[in-house]
């Protein structure tokens, strides 16, 4: 069974900083491409970031500037860095992922639950 376990949210104000976390666990063979998406109250999930297994990233225009992306390949963990954090960074942040299993030996994109993040003004 294969999970994504985000952490690293919270409360921080405005200017602020925060590094969120994706861990994958499981009987994993590979790991492919992997996004972090945000939910903000009455508003639809939305991309923020993504990154291949080569390192390739790529950012919304929201983020572009102020979110860093990445990943340790050897932990199957992904990171988001997150400054100069704004009100309407306000969100749900979840990750995902592109996994392929050992046994089965298949590939499937899974969901991590979600990590609240709240910046205040």
């Known amino acids: 069974q294969v999970q994504l376990v985000e952490s690293g949210g919270g409360l921080v104000q405005a200017g602020g900083s925060l590094r969120l976390s994706c861990g994958a666990s499981?009987?994993?063979?590979?790991?492919?491409?992997m996004a972090w998406y945000r939910q903000a109250p009455g508003k639809q999930r939305e991309l923020v970031a993504s990154i291949t297994s080569g390192g390739n990233t790529n950012y919304a225009d929201s983020a572009e500037g102020r979110f860093t992306i990445s990943r340790d390949n050897a932990k199957n963990t992904m990171y988001l860095q997150m400054n100069s954090l704004k009100p309407e960074d306000t969100a749900i942040y979840y990750c995902?992922?592109?996994?392929?299993?050992?046994?089965?030996?298949?590939?499937?994109?899974?969901w991590g639950q979600g990590t609240q993040v709240i910046v205040s003004s």
């Open positions: 499981g009987s994993i063979f590979r790991i492919d491409h």
């Open positions: 995902n992922a592109d996994i392929t299993q050992h046994i089965p030996p298949r590939t499937s994109r899974y």
